[in-house]
């Protein structure tokens, strides 16, 4: 033996038993971390491959530039990659044989900045004659490349173009049942150029490794550019984390919040285990004080041992983290293939991996200080002695006045040494903490994924123009086909005037019938609807500072004055500013309106709804309104939710786990570091259900005082998050977390319960000459 170290490997295998909790806690703090930042690593992939499929892979697009400013921007350092790309107004009349055509100019360069527009078959356009079509051309009109068509612009204005290949559709295209065709920028130029309803654009991808929002202020100084003149692509930007939008500020502030908490949970729940496992040791670490060693040394011995102990835990936990990805990618993409599809198989997430190693190599050595100046402090004297156990004099007997006396002595135990029971309790409040605050984000995965909403439609037919020109016998014709679940339909009144308090108000009314009225319930924040239905008031949508009050009288003229009788904390539609929107029913919006036919129908289908079904319903509607298919849209949602379930609610099944796990293993070693005491008081003639008595009561007061200061902290904690991350978004107000706490204080109690049942049978079956001996 080299040196005192030598001892470590040697201590290891005689005390393989005592350390094997300690490592089982490293072990599950490294696999914890390394799932939940591997699963968000490659969710924020996911996220970013289907944000560039969907919008293109650029973070700024420039308006109004000359053609000299767009070739030094694109020459700046920052610039990975630039394209200019023309579009022609959405509200064009552009149209393929009837059917409405969305037009666009792109640089062959630029194909690999909008992936959605990856040629399928054929070759980019070498003409200005000729085009790239979205497949559906193929498919609704029959078209193939080489094909001429026509393209009407407006009444007697047509242009015959050459299809030279075809692209897969995007979002849009399906979303508004559209044609996309696409010109090179040459020929775009030649036909749109000068046109009020054109808009030519400079996209520009900037390097990640550059400060994106100083590179862009840096453009707009040096070329003269207003605020409005430079487009952010903010959902690409947010997930590089370099968004400047207050929203994505906040999701970054509570993301830190409860990565920092993960990290204390870790701290703690490492630092329990290794203070127990000291005091279960002093005696040893006074006879390496005899045989010379010095405290610093003491000290380093116990960093060393529990950096040994990192050397398999960690390990194990990386791999078993890794596993535990690999298998919840591939559940994600069974369940949601079409949202999933961009995530990798096989990926291995590096930020995880990091994470998971870093955590666990710091918390082991924020953990190891405390055990280490404690086993430093104890003295060649007290080892000798025998008395190396001992914690500290006794100022006070146990008060027996009001409890027998093993439950005193219980309650005296866990009061003996302050800083053990704030250990202890602080360690189950913080299981608390954790789980009160990362409920909220349950709150705001049922608000922030709209498509998950009962009322999210796979189809809808609306009015072109936006008036009530669907009649309503076509809802009872559609509900009556194949493949279809439920129709429902809304009528809206733009820019009505009413009077409120006296003054005109510019409102925005919308029907409802009673499919409507029934989701409605479920995101009321004041009031009821039944008046409403029924036709004897109206409901008002949260707007912020502009929400109307519940009870307030809106007058739509003689005999038409109606009160506000609930106040919904989302809906799933958006006004102009200064515009009020309020709900009615169909038998009200009539007699305001006169107006007795929908602007929109809504369609929802069956699982399993085939697209010639889907054919079938597009063809019952008129011409003259507006199809749109929207189940790519909800299919990608679909996968959201699923991910964002599967990471809270595994995160909080987690939690719970290792707060059961951590209090059994808590009071399992903080009894048996008082073996000796046990012993000790069942010579003198305790009996063994006093003994157990005296270990419940101990750990009943960890557990009362770590639910009091779990609730104490976790409340406001949760307040906060809550606020931060629904309330300034959709208005809803915060409540107490009743079924929250109700599930985590009876985690909590229940753990405290199934504690005491280890040191028990223990107990019981360990003779007094054998527990008194017992290390």
Known sequence: MKSYLSLIPIQAKVHRKQSRMTRICIFLAVFLVTVIFGMADMEIQSQRIAAIMDGGNWHVAFRDLTEEDAELIGARVEVRESTWYGMLDTDSPASIEGIRAVICGLEESGLDMFPSLQLVE?????????VIATENLKERLGYEIGDQIILQLSEGEEIELQVTGFAEGTAMTDREDRIGLVFDMDGFRTYFSGREDTDSVYYVQLSPFCNMQKAIDDICGQFHLKEDQALQYGKLMGLTGQSEDSNMQQLYIAAAVLAVLLIVAGVLMISSSLNSSMSQRTEFFGMLRCLGATRKQVIRFVKREALRWCAAAIPAGLLSGSLAILILVRFLKWISPAYFESMPDFGISVIGLVSGCLVGIVTVLLSSRAPARKASRVSPLQAVSGNASAEMPVKKA????????ETAMGIHHAKASRKNLILMSGSFALSIVLFLAFSTTLDFMHHAIVPMRPYTPDLYIQ????????????AGQIVEMDGVKRVFGRSFANHLTARIDGQERDICLVSYEEHQFGWAREMLNEGEADEAEAGNGLLAAYQGENTLELGKSVSFGEGKTYPVTG???????TVEEGTLLLICSETVFEEITGENGYTILDIQLERGTSDEE?????????????????????ESARGAYYAMCLCVYGFLAVIMLITVFHIVNSISMSTTARMK?????????MSVRQTIRMIAAEAFVYGALGILAGCILGIPLNNLLFRLLITVNWGEEWSWPVGAMAVILLVVAASVFLSVLEPAQRIRTLSVVNTINAE
């Open 122 to 130: 054929g070759a980019f356009p070498s003409g200005k004659d000729q």
């Open 398 to 405: 146990a008060n027996t006045r009001f409890f027998k006396v």
């Open 463 to 474: 009015s072109a123009d936006g008036t009530c020109a669907i009649p309503k016998d076509l």
């Open 567 to 573: 106040i919904l904390s989302d809906s799933p539609f």
């Open 614 to 634: 889907v054919s079938a319903i597009r063809r019952l509607s008129d011409d003259s309104f507006l199809f749109s298919d929207q189940r790519a849209g909800n």
């Open 677 to 685: 005491q046990y012993g000790a008081m069942r010579a003198i003639g």
